[in-house]
């Protein structure tokens, strides 16, 4: 009966270790997808790359190109709506800011 436990014991523990790699991957998804604020357009990096929440509004600039808008950009990231130029925010996907590159 005794080896009979230490058995149970030893295959959970090993369950159990094989499952750590799948639990962390889980849980960090979840707090990489956190809720951002909002980017306020009169932040000053918000303003160097003069970013808009709408991207019709940009079309004075020359750098805006019809069609381009956050959500097409290689760093806007969907789970959250964040912009891997403003880490800390969340943008429009409709926006658009001077850095916009096509994703890939």
């Not at 090993?14 to 604020?37: D, K, N, V, W």
């Not at 003069?50 to 969907?78: L, P, T």
Request: aromatic letters at 8%; hydrophobic letters at 40%; one cysteine or more.
């Amino acid at each position: 009966m005794d080896n009979q436990s230490r058995r149970k014991f030893m295959r959970n523990s090993l369950i159990a270790i094989a499952a750590l790699p799948l639990g962390a991957s889980l849980l960090s998804q979840r707090a990489f997808a956190q809720e951002l604020t909002p980017l306020d357009p009169s932040a000053p990096q918000a303003q160097a790359l003069h970013y808009v929440k709408v991207a019709a509004e940009a079309s004075d600039n020359a750098s805006y190109k019809e069609g381009s808008k956050c959500s097409g950009c290689m760093f806007f990231q969907e789970a959250n709506n964040g912009c891997q130029l403003f880490p800390q925010s969340s943008v429009e996907p409709e926006g658009w800011c001077q850095s916009w590159v096509q994703k890939a």
